[in-house]
């Protein structure tokens, strides 16, 4: 096992499209399209890598073997676990040896300069965040990437499962739907800025803003998490709780982990909210168990 290669930095753009390709053989490969988000600990179960939060300080760590297993910190929010996540299946696609993913502020300072780190992330990106998927979400809004407001950009990354920066990177380094100049203003925006300008005050909670043009019929959230959902929105059992009405929706809090649906009545409009155990250890397919109250 390795901290990362050392390999030459070949061509990026050749390795930009090598991850593309990868990324839909990956969704394909699993059933699923090409343009919605997904949940990344699925499509590692359907190429039969298992995936275990830990609680240790570190991004990720990719175990070649029988099964082949990703190890996530546990500590980590829960979009960065999803890229690392898929990025460490990257490692797995490529046929990359076991590696271990430091914190990335204590990783070396240009880690695309890695041919496999670079592999990893960009598939990580493409497998997440589909060119057609970003088309689509902003198209269905009536939105452009490039007139998008920080809460529009934000909205999106919510669907997506991925983090604001994140987003913008992918769009204008990977997909060249976003001035450069534009993803720099953007990134000057902080989500805390944001939260705090659609909550009316400063939270340390993270949030998920669902409108009805999400994509999905699931949203993941972990308990403590704040959930704006549309106006009207109600949910069949108390595992999320009513926070208060806001002019963009209706705000929730995560209580307890567990499956909630959530319905519109006068659209029907509808999801199914799972909710997982703050700060989660143990395999990916269990993190929405309820809790037995009679342990």
């Known amino acids: 096992m390795k901290l990362r ?30 343009v919605n988000p997904i949940c990344i600990y699925a499509l590692c179960k359907a190429h039969q890598v298992q995936v275990r939060f830990n609680n240790i300080n570190m991004e990720g760590m990719y175990q070649r073997g029988t099964p082949s297993r990703i190890h996530l910190s546990a500590r980590r929010p829960l979009p960065r676990r999803a890229f690392n996540c898929a990025h460490e299946l990257g490692h797995h696609v490529f046929g990359h040896g076991s590696s271990i993913d430091e914190l990335r502020e204590d990783a070396k300072e240009n880690p695309w300069e890695d041919p496999k780190e670079f592999l990893a992330d960009s598939f990580a990106g493409f497998v997440l965040m589909p060119t057609l998927g970003m088309r689509q979400a902003f198209a269905k809004r009536g939105w452009k990437p490039d007139s998008a407001t920080p809460l529009q950009i934000f909205q999106i990354a919510c669907e997506f499962g991925v983090g604001y920066t994140t987003l913008i990177t992918h769009l204008s380094q990977s997909l060249n739907m976003l001035s450069r100049p534009r993803g720099t203003v953007l990134k000057k925006q902080k989500p805390a800025a944001i939260r705090a300008a659609l909550l009316g005050s400063l939270s340390a909670e993270p ?4 409108d009805t043009a999400w994509s999905t019929s699931v949203v993941d959230v972990e308990v403590g998490m704040s959930l704006l959902l549309p106006t009207d929105c109600e949910p069949d059992n108390e595992a999320i709780a009513f926070v208060t009405n806001l002019p963009e929706g209706r705000l929730f809090e995560a209580r307890y982990p567990g499956i909630v649906r959530v319905i519109q009545p006068d659209t029907g409009w509808a999801v199914f909210v799972r909710i997982a155990r703050k700060q989660y250890v143990g395999l990916a397919e269990f993190r929405h168990l309820e809790e037995d109250t009679d342990e």
Request: net charge positive.
């Open 207 to 210: 949030l998920v803003i669902v």
């Open 5 to 34: 290669s050392e390999n030459t930095m070949p061509d990026r753009n050749a390795l930009a499209n090598q991850a593309m390709t990868a990324s839909i053989a990956a969704r394909t490969k699993a059933g699923l399209n090409l």
